[in-house]
């Protein structure tokens, strides 16, 4: 990953002017979706690209040891050999970013990679994941013991409750402790987004959490009803910019959550092209939180590749 974001002051300054305006955001979000889709070996250039930044996450009540072990195959082998040949990316190494689990699946997870013979970094969620309404003891014991178990990217969430209430100072030493029970673990920070009322909450916890040493920001848990939108993508990459411009730090951006189809993953990356650059499209730097997207993905390029739509068993492993 990029190198480290070190925890800067709490800068309350920053954020205390603060003013978004939410139907000129809502009206630049409407006009990416507008935009002509990319076709051809582009639509599947971007696809792949898209493949490289997913982090592939199964967060079920369910999950198994076995159906960890699937989702770790799957991601050191996201789209079926045969349509990488016909493109001729067999040997271009292409994997996703991470795969993410539950702390008590990542040694399950840990296994299965290093049996794979593949470096795919284990992200696990942590710090009371998905409400964050544990105490902050059991938030910190949660994050050193997922990476004793071998995870190398922490997934913590925020309390919402310190945004609602604006206890910036509060919500800043929280993330900063929790960035230091991760050690040498990159730490991304959920901000679910959907549950903080405002957009101008949205930037302000944006900026905290950049400013307590995140290595990345991301928008949901995937649990909320309301999950990654383009507005609040807008509002979080602004956020990004402002922190980069202020600090030279660059931080990466992760929306998860509802994005299940490829043409929606294309316009997260065209997005992020559009406001942080292409120096921000690769895994260092983006990342898509999904569980369901690689599925749609690898039929869309089936399509490119063979001319016709993949049936239930032509994808079997999806």
């Not at 994941?129 to 013991?145: C, D, H, R, V, Y």
């Not at 800043?172 to 009322?197: S, V």
């Not at 990459?237 to 189809?261: D, H, L, N, S």
Request: aromatic share 8%; glycine share 8%.
């Amino acid at each position: 990953l990029a190198s480290r974001c070190a925890a800067q002051e709490c800068k309350l300054g920053w954020i205390s002017k603060v003013y978004v305006n939410p139907p000129a955001v809502v009206r630049h979000a409407e006009q990416i979706q507008k935009w002509h889709t990319v076709k051809g070996n582009w639509q599947a250039a971007w696809l792949l690209k898209a493949v490289t930044c997913i982090d592939l996450t199964t967060l079920s009540g369910d999950d198994t040891p076995s159906n960890v072990h699937r989702l770790c195959f799957k991601a050191k082998h996201p789209i079926r050999e045969d349509l990488l040949k016909a493109m001729d990316m067999h040997d271009k190494g292409i994997t996703v970013a991470a795969v993410c689990v539950y702390p008590a699946r990542v040694t399950d997870a840990v296994n299965a990679l290093k049996a794979a013979g593949c470096n795919i970094p284990v992200a696990s969620v942590a710090a009371g994941f998905p409400s964050g309404q544990t105490p902050l003891e059991t938030k910190l014991a949660e994050i050193k013991l997922a990476v004793q178990y071998g995870a190398r990217e922490i997934d913590i969430v925020i309390s919402r409750s310190l945004v609602l209430s604006g206890q910036w100072e509060g919500l800043y030493e929280e993330i900063r402790q929790c960035r230091e029970a991760c050690g040498e673990a990159h730490m991304k920070t959920i901000l679910a987004t959907g549950e903080l009322g405002s957009l101008a909450n949205v930037y302000k916890a944006s900026m905290i959490a950049m400013m307590a040493g995140s290595d990345f920001i991301k928008t949901s848990t995937g649990k909320e009803v309301e999950n990654a939108t383009l507005p609040v993508g807008v509002v979080m990459m602004r956020a990004i910019k402002e922190f980069y411009w202020q600090t030279g730090f660059k931080v990466g951006f992760k929306p998860a959550g509802g994005i299940r189809t490829a043409k929606e993953a294309i316009t997260w990356l065209m997005l992020v092209k559009e406001e942080l650059g292409v120096e921000w499209l690769k895994p260092e730097l983006f990342r898509l939180g999904a569980s369901s997207l690689l599925e749609d993905i690898e039929k869309q390029i089936f399509h490119h590749v063979t001319g016709s739509y993949a049936l239930q068993h032509d994808l079997a492993m999806a």
